[in-house]
């Protein structure tokens, strides 16, 4: 078997959180600590399909990423 990566802890650089919906899209860049975010309301008002990306980079400059959607209204 070949050895597929490192094991242990991973050192979090940095988080990217992206959220898409119709012609607009955000993007904030996290420090490592902070591990929430809050959608403004008045975003979640609107009655749409959204679409979040959310990316964790590592100190060793791997990153990964998971993406879904929500609806609101």
């Known amino acids: 078997h070949p050895d597929l990566g490192e094991t242990g802890e991973v050192e979090v650089a940095n988080y990217q959180f992206v959220l898409e919906f119709g012609d607009f899209a955000m993007s904030v860049d996290l420090p490592p600590e902070i591990t929430e975010f809050g959608i403004p309301t008045a975003l979640l008002e609107l009655d749409d399909e959204f679409k ?20 609101t209204g």
């Open 52 to 71: 979040f990306e959310i990316v964790v980079r590592a100190e060793s400059d791997n990153q990964t990423a998971v993406e879904s959607c929500f609806e």
